[in-house]
DNA sequence: AATGAATGAGGTTTCATTCAT
DNA sequence: TATGAATGAAACCTCATTCAT
């Protein structure tokens, strides 16, 4: 029936914008600021239709991350299926990938860095806990498919795949982490130079001689 | 005469302990469940006695962290000051530094690394959030150094030393916010493995070629 | 539609029977032993619930005081409409007029004297303060207006309006002082005989023919 | 013993510095900002100290009431012996009296002010409240006693001259609540100009000739 | 489906007062 | 005598969540 698919996209549709009204609220006002108040107003909705959508407010913000998630990983997955054509350049094709893929939406970028801190995982209710775990064990799965793949064409030294993975993408997230700081201290940002020499880094090495 | 000194001392001494509580509390059940009660349980004492010490709970752990990165500091101008001794090895001299010291205390690592979270200095008030700001700035500036003498003396590659210190620094800093994600989802840490490997990788270069 | 209209009616009436419950805690407590939970209980709801309908505790009794101030305004109002009958008794009329007012509703003008101390007003944020001041501006002009009006009719002796009200209104509001203190030191009322006794000392100065 | 001496009169003194020293408080931040801690920071002690000369908080402003009101008191009394001299200008001396007295020290008389409010008496202790309202009702005796030397001799009217004691003092008193309030307000004072009127209104009434 | 209204459960902070030295 | 240190008792306010319409 039309009527019914009509129906599901809506509420579909409606989901979407309390997620996209959540991360609003919290790019502008920080995790802390949010209430159930002012997500309802970003989404021009009142209070008590929220939980029409989402059970709790952790909710919403652990369903904008999966959905942030797994958007990601297609675009990792992506990557590995053109590893073939990228070959020597499979680093810096990778690096350049996590950074398009931060600028293009920060806040949602954000957000999901913010939960996978401890400190709200252990608060998380079980079910919320297995969910997220699982968005970023895929996120890791896909990265150590590609590294795999590079090790195995010789472009990237020999070592565990998982590890290499983790190693990369952490190196990655800690400058995020740094760069986040300062803002918030309201100094001035190198997110470009300090990304650029990360990957000169990690491609050659710090040490001159090797 | 020594009774007021005995008061200082003892005055410093609870000080101390409460510093002690609060980080313990930290440690067993994260910011969120942090309440002066529980502070309080932790350092025997009631709750108003806090605020004989400290003006707000915030204070109780910027005060924490400052004193926690001091002592880190100490420890990096030791690494400075030896850096001639120990040449060729420096970076993975540094690197070991870092290990021992989050070894040493983890809890008051994840503190610090809690609150130079964007969120955490957000919500600061002003004072707070100087003297927080001043403290992961001097760490930098230490750090600086030791990477500029690195330069110099030819042993690291070309590049500013300042951001070359962002990056190194960060890179174990993701590390260890990884591995706490993984604790907090009840998997298994890979802390010194991939330790090992970021070291190696940050020393050698990823890339097999160059 | 009559659903909307019910709700705000129903809405009003419900902040009317909070203030209600305001001054009647106040009447049998006084203002110190006030506590949201107390008012509260005597509106019979949750104390969460009051701060929907008032941001503080103090925004409550504002607006208890504002609301019967604007009746007593309206009541001087009349007395000032009716002047033209008075004539000869606009004195006795205004002082009979006070004293109807008051036994009316003693504990909201209790209240209201309460705020007006300098005590009250100094503790008040600068909002409530300025709406509390216009609101006893105002009875002063009604007031004023009404001495105007019996000096030019030669009614009261030649001297400026606003002072002129100043000295009547303030002789009343003194009594009062003095018979709640003896109320609250359990002693025996003598309002009436003091009011009357007042009323003739000023009447025969105020008056210009005796 | 002189030194048994010396002792009383040093605690005398320091007891009075006390009293002193809240006043102080008082007139600077109003009641509610009053604490131990502020009136033992003005008095240059420790706040526990406080306690060896004072019972309780209140216990020390109604001793500072009462010292203030014995003043008043036995000027009173000397208005009372000089009656004779004075004659037709028995009211006007009075007032004069009474404005006299507030203008040597405003704070003290609105501390007395302050706590003559039912609001103040209804949470004193018992033992207090008793002292508190002795110390009220003989001002009302000397007051009395001068009113009834008036009537007797003929210049004042024939009247209950307790009543008439209250009249007259509420009168002087309304207009201070006034100008209290008014100054909490940031508005402009008339004091004088509103006292000045009130004397000539309440005498014109008062007096039997005219 | 949508919402206005209501609430329970806390948490931070302040202060008068006590006590051991 | 003087005081530093400690505390119990409150009070205000916020917010996620539920419910009746």
Known sequence: MGIKERREREKSERRESILKAAIRVYDKEGYHA???????????????????YFKTKDEIFIHAILSYSDFFRERLEKVYAGCAETKDDLLKNLWFTFIEF????????????????????????????????????????????????????????ESNPKTLAEVV??????????????????????????????????????????
Not at 34 to 52: H, P, V
Not at 203 to 209: F, R
Request: no cysteine; proline share 3%; hydrophobic share 40%.
């Open 169 to 210: 993408w952490t190196s990655f997230l800690g400058i995020i982490h740094l760069e986040n700081s300062k803002h918030a201290m309201s100094r001035k940002p190198h997110l470009a130079v300090t990304w650029q020499l990360a990957l000169e880094m990690l491609s050659k090495g710090i040490l001159k001689s090797h």
């Open 102 to 157: 931060y600028e293009k939406d920060r806040p949602s970028f954000n957000v999901t860095l913010y939960f996978h801190q401890s400190e709200m995982i252990r608060n998380l209710p079980e079910n919320l806990r297995i969910m997220l775990d699982h968005s970023g064990t895929r996120i890791y799965e896909s990265l150590s498919k590609i590294m795999a793949y590079g090790i195995g064409q010789g472009v990237f030294r």
């Open 34 to 52: 949010i209430t159930m108040e002012k997500i309802a107003e970003a989404a021009e909705l009142s209070r008590a239709t929220l939980y029409l």
